[in-house]
């Protein structure tokens, strides 16, 4: 049995961070929990189906209280695949344009620390199971996507 789940675990760990897919896993074997480290922890959970704590990254919402975030997507249109696959393309050439020290790339920065401190890191929004600017702000903290004149730069 815990053959099979370190084969997948592995597979896992070459192709993607789906946190949905390494949850189960995590399930499967306690042992796992001792490479915590080798995992990508950033999940990103559609709000109304969260619990317990994260980092919002949505805007302004009055019947739920919630402070806009300065990673907000500014981009807007209508709730479906088409459309939120170009709002997630638009945010990140917008994120890729804004240089380290715009209020959106401080706030990356501190999601980092508290990724870097804890190992693990839940986002907020509204569009999950569709694509979400999320997934640009995860790649954001991992260091795959830079801010303008990164000296860093990965091509
Ligand atoms: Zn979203």
Not at 16 to 36: G, P
Not at 77 to 82: A, H, S, T
Request: proline share 6%; charged share 30%.
């Amino acid at each position: 049995m815990f053959v099979n789940v370190t084969a997948i675990f592995e597979i896992h760990i070459l192709t993607s961070c789906d946190w949905r897919k390494i949850d189960v896993i995590m399930v499967s074997s306690m042992d796992l929990n001792d490479k915590k480290e080798l995992f990508c922890l950033i999940e990103i959970k559609n709000f109304s189906r969260n619990k317990g704590p994260g980092e919002y990254i949505g805007r302004y919402n009055y019947f739920y209280k919630l402070k806009a975030s300065p990673l907000q997507n500014p981009f807007t249109g209508p709730i479906n695949l088409e459309s939120k696959l170009r709002l997630v393309e638009k945010f990140k050439k917008f994120i890729k344009s804004l240089p380290e020290e715009s209020p959106q790339w401080r706030e990356i920065r501190r999601l980092q620390r508290i990724y870097e401190d804890k190992r693990e890191l839940k986002l907020i929004c509204w569009c999950d199971p569709l694509p979400c600017h999320g997934e640009i702000i995860k790649s954001a903290i991992l260091g795959e996507i830079n801010p303008k004149d990164s000296k860093e730069k990965i091509v």
